[in-house]
C-alpha cells in the first residue's frame, strides 16, 4: 500500500487548493482514506475520512463548508478540495488508508491512530 499526496502551495488567505492522494498496489474500494494536518509545533489531527466520495464522508468541523472530497476518474487518485484557505490552515497535510476490513469500520471523526499506511504530506501555506 503506498500513497502519495500532492498540490500543496503557497496561497492567499480566501484562495483554493486541491490535494491529491495517489493509491498504488491498493484499490481505494478495499479502503477508507483519512486526511490529515500538522502544523508546526502542534500534534497531528484529522481534517477528513471518507469511504465513497458520494456516500460516505466525514469532516472536522473546521472542514465543514470549505473543505470537500472527490475521486478521480481514473479511480486511482482522491482528493482534498480546500476553499476560503485560512491562515491558519497552513500545515502539512497528509493522506492515510485504513483496510475496509479492520474492526471499527469507517472512523469519524478521524483519527491518525486508526490509519496504518501513511503518504508522504504536502505542504500548505496560506499567506498573503
Known amino acids: 500500500v503506498q500513497l502519495q499526496a500532492s498540490g500543496g502551495g503557497l496561497v492567499q488567505p480566501g484562495g483554493s487548493l486541491r490535494l491529491s492522494c495517489a493509491a498504488s498496489?491498493?484499490?481505494?474500494?478495499?479502503?477508507?482514506i483519512g486526511w490529515f494536518r500538522q502544523a508546526p509545533g502542534k500534534e497531528r489531527e484529522g481534517v477528513a475520512s471518507h469511504g465513497d466520495v458520494h456516500k460516505m464522508t466525514c469532516f472536522a468541523e473546521f472542514a465543514k463548508d470549505r473543505f470537500t472530497v472527490s475521486s478521480g476518474t481514473d479511480k486511482n487518485t482522491v482528493y482534498l478540495n480546500m476553499n476560503n484557505l485560512k491562515p491558519e490552515d497552513t500545515a502539512m497535510y497528509y493522506c492515510?488508508?485504513?483496510?475496509?476490513?479492520?474492526?471499527?469500520?469507517?472512523?469519524?471523526?478521524?483519527?491518525?491512530?486508526?490509519?496504518?499506511?501513511w503518504g508522504q504530506g504536502t505542504l500548505v501555506t496560506v499567506s498573503s
Open positions: 498496489g491498493f484499490t481505494f474500494d478495499d479502503y477508507y
Open positions: 492515510a488508508a485504513r483496510s475496509k476490513d479492520r474492526r471499527g469500520g469507517f472512523v469519524c471523526p478521524p483519527r491518525a491512530t486508526s490509519y496504518s499506511d
